[in-house]
């Protein structure tokens, strides 16, 4: 969920171009402004609370700068 902020995807992305470097929203608007700036990152919308597994599958590392609250 990097929202308007995907400076640091896209940072991460500048420094490790072999690295597939998904960022997710689940605002359509945020996800289309980040398609726009940062061309470069791959841009899905999800919902973090209820996400779809099958994008984070392969992952290796999954970060979150401000995650939503969890449920006690």
Known sequence: MVGAHPWVAQSLKEKLPKTSVIATDI???????IKRTCPTLEVIQDNVLAPRFEIYEEASLIYSIRP???SP
């Open 27 to 33: 605002d359509k608007e945020k996800v289309d402004y």
């Open 68 to 70: 939503p609250p969890e």
